[in-house]
Structures are given as structure tokens and as C-alpha cells.
T-cell receptor, first 109, second 112 residues
Framework: KNEVEQSPQNLTAQEGEFITINCSYS?????LHWLQQHPGGGIVSLFM???GKKKHGRLIATINIQEKHSSLHITASHPRDSAVYIC???????????FGEGTQLTVNP | DTAVSQTPKYLVTQMGNDKSIKCEQN?????MYWYKQDSKKFLKIMFS???????INETVPNRFSPKSPDKAHLNLHINSLELGDSAVYFC???????????FGQGTRLTVV
């Protein structure tokens, strides 16, 4: 069992839909990252969270430390949001990031 | 200016060859990483370097060796390449502690 689990693995949505991607982890962490991998392979860091909620444009990330769970929400989804979204946690000991397996999101026009 | 840059972007080579992938970061970060992404898009950490010292060495084959001439560079050397080494390799950097991780664009390695 991976220390970081994401769901769903694949998600297809229609343009305009509200999207939620979930991440659960089983280790003690100091921070959680949401990353976006573009179809071309490049990776962009979307959020880094240690508590609460962050918002950037149409993207919202939340984390519940007690429940060891985080969600990434996309409002008014658009085809350009199609990408792999990856959750990664930074352990409380050391600087290593442990990754979930990613969620492949496809938004159809 | 690219924050984390990897070269080459694509690398096709034959089994048994030795190859290197270079990584440079201009962010002043003190920690750099190499990740291997398999066909299922799963990122697995290979190495982490902090201030030129190896702090985590995952159980990767000895054929893989990281080399860091200075804290802005972390190169990946692979000896005796095998078919199973085909993957996308990502370099990343961060500052020790609670900061963002910045990734390179990836190097797609194909071993034939």
C-alpha cells in the first residue's frame, strides 16, 4: 500500500464541471504539495499546504491534518485543465517528497 | 530564465551504453532530487542531495550514480543501460524546510 493514495486514478469531465481530486496519506508530514504534470511532461507546483485552504484562480486546495486528507478542487473546468495531478507529501523527518500515483484528468469541450 | 533545467530532453540509446543527464538550478536551493517516472506516471524518488551530501539514497541499482559538482548542479550517470531503464527522469530542487519544489521539464530516456 502506498503511503500516499489518490482518487480517482482517472477522471473525465465536461467543460464547466466542478472537479474534486482526493489525496490521503499515512505518514507524518510537514507539508503537502499539489503538482500538475502537463501532457508534454513538465511539472508545475500548484500549491504547498501545511494547514487550512489555499486558492489560486479556479483552483482550491484544502488539507485536514487530523484526518490526513487533502482535496484539490477545480471550478468551471476547462479543456486546458487536462493534465495529471499529483499529490506529494513532505515527511516531518527529512526533505523527501513521497508521491501519489497521480490522477489523469480529461476535460472535454 | 528557466529555474530548473535538464539536458537532454530526449535520449535514445542502446542497451549496455553509459549515459549522463545534466541538471542545473538557478534558484539558490540547497536540495536537489532525481525522480524516475514509470509508464503509470508514478514518480519514484531516486536520490536527494543536500549541500553536496547524499542524504537519501533509495534502493536503485548501483548502475545509477548522482554527481554534484556544486549545489546548483546534480547530474545523473547511468552505466550499462537496460531496457527497463526506459522512463522519464525528472530533476527537482527545493530549499531545506517548508518550501515549494521546482521541477525540470524531464528527460525521456529510451533504451533500445
Amino acid at each position: 500500500k502506498n503511503e500516499v493514495e489518490q482518487s480517482p486514478q482517472n477522471l473525465t469531465a465536461q467543460e464547466g464541471e466542478f472537479i474534486t481530486i482526493n489525496c490521503s496519506y499515512s505518514v507524518g508530514i510537514s507539508a503537502l504539495h499539489w503538482l500538475q504534470q502537463h501532457p508534454g511532461g513538465g511539472i508545475v507546483s500548484l500549491f504547498m499546504l501545511s494547514s487550512g485552504k489555499k486558492k489560486h484562480g479556479r483552483l482550491i486546495a484544502t488539507i485536514n491534518i487530523q484526518e490526513k486528507h487533502s482535496s484539490l478542487h477545480i471550478t468551471a473546468s476547462h479543456p486546458r485543465d487536462s493534465a495529471v495531478y499529483i499529490c506529494a507529501v513532505r515527511r516531518t523527518s527529512g526533505s523527501r517528497l513521497t508521491f501519489g500515483e497521480g490522477t489523469q484528468l480529461t476535460v472535454n469541450p | 530564465d528557466t529555474a530548473v533545467s535538464q539536458t537532454p530532453k530526449y535520449l535514445v540509446t542502446q542497451m549496455g551504453n553509459d549515459k549522463s543527464i545534466k541538471c542545473e538550478q538557478n534558484l539558490g536551493h540547497d536540495t536537489m532530487y532525481w525522480y524516475k517516472q514509470d509508464s503509470k506516471k508514478f514518480l519514484k524518488i531516486m536520490f536527494s542531495y543536500n549541500n553536496k551530501e547524499l542524504i537519501i539514497n533509495e534502493t536503485v541499482p548501483n548502475r545509477f550514480s548522482p554527481k554534484s559538482p556544486d549545489k546548483a548542479h546534480l547530474n545523473l550517470h547511468i552505466n550499462s543501460l537496460e531496457l527497463g531503464d526506459s522512463a522519464v527522469y525528472f530533476c527537482a530542487s527545493s530549499q531545506q524546510g517548508h518550501t515549494e519544489a521546482f521541477f525540470g521539464q524531464g528527460t525521456r530516456l529510451t533504451v533500445v
